[in-house]
């Protein structure tokens, strides 16, 4: 039995200078209907102005267009990635906290226009950072959770993998923030989804091909279920990285093939998208 409903990869980078066009037609090819377009900074040089984020979210916003006419449905997430935002506190000391506000807010308009669904990725650092760093980072996002609770919309996180408290500590904050857990989307989650584990949170899965079994054997207990993501990054040097754009499609028949329900499947790919980004 194959899948004819929807297939929606959560969380997809694009880069001119990758395979971009050909990589969403791939996707397209296994099977692939919807996008979640995540911006991708430049990590070398980040932004540090608000033309320099406006130009650069512009740019996501246009690639996503031109994805569009392949006919693909495509959602835009922006923000200030931690793994870029984190490292200017060395280089622009306490201007970088302003700089991350600067980027959040144009963000911001951008989702106003209706142009971008969430912001996002966003999070804290996933590396070894001072007590200082790390401590500022949580406070940043505390207040960016406060932001979207207040705004109504969904924040995608990149966060630290590692420790099975992390969901617990972030499902915290957002109660102290007043933000619905299920609008803190969790990219890049792992493929354990009972609800005991996410507290709550949306996870984003990364569809490796040792997900399978792990969601089969947690999906039943999942507060209000998952999604799958690639985390394809675009980068011609890494080629394939995270995942390649055929992965969700291909996985998704595999979790069918395993006895997934489809009903379960049609919550990942469409009802549950709808219920954090919006429809279309």
């Known amino acids: 039995m194959d899948w004819k409903g929807p ?15 050909d990589a969403a037609n791939d996707f397209i090819r296994a099977g692939g209907t919807d996008l979640v377009l995540v911006h991708c900074p430049d990590f070398a040089q980040p932004p540090t102005t608000r033309k320099g984020h406006s130009d650069a979210y512009a740019d996501t916003i246009e690639m996503a267009e031109e994805v569009r ?11 200030p990635h931690p793994a870029a935002f984190a490292h200017q506190f060395e280089s622009l000391g306490d201007r ?3 700089n991350y506000w600067d980027s959040i807010e144009t963000a911001l308009e951008f989702v106003h226009e209706g142009k971008a669904h969430g912001i996002g ?24 959770m406060s932001l979207a609770a207040r705004e109504g919309i969904p924040l995608q996180l990149h966060v630290e993998g590692e420790s099975d408290e992390t969901y617990g500590d972030l499902a915290k904050m957002a109660d102290k923030a007043g933000l619905a857990r299920e609008k803190l989307v969790r990219h890049y989650a792992p493929p354990r989804v009972d609800s005991s584990y996410t507290h709550g949170l949306t996870p984003s899965v990364l569809a490796g091909s040792g997900s399978i079994d792990e969601l089969m054997s947690t999906h039943e207990a999942s507060s209000h279920g998952f999604m799958l993501e690639t985390d394809y990054m675009d980068d011609p040097r890494r080629p394939g990285a995270v995942l390649g754009p055929k992965t969700v499609p291909k996985r998704t028949r595999q979790l069918l093939a395993a006895g997934l329900d489809e009903e379960i499947l049609y919550n990942c790919h469409k009802d549950l998208p709808d219920r954090i980004y919006g429809s279309y």
């Open 69 to 79: 006419s392949l006919g693909l449905k495509v959602r835009v997430i922006l923000g």
């Open 96 to 98: 970088a906290e302003e």
């Open 121 to 144: 990725e966003v999070g804290r650092p996933h590396w070894e950072v001072s007590e200082e760093i790390w401590n500022r980072s949580n406070s940043l996002l505390l207040e960016t």
């Open 7 to 21: 297939i929606l990869d959560d969380h997809f980078h694009l880069n001119r200078k990758g395979r971009y066009l």
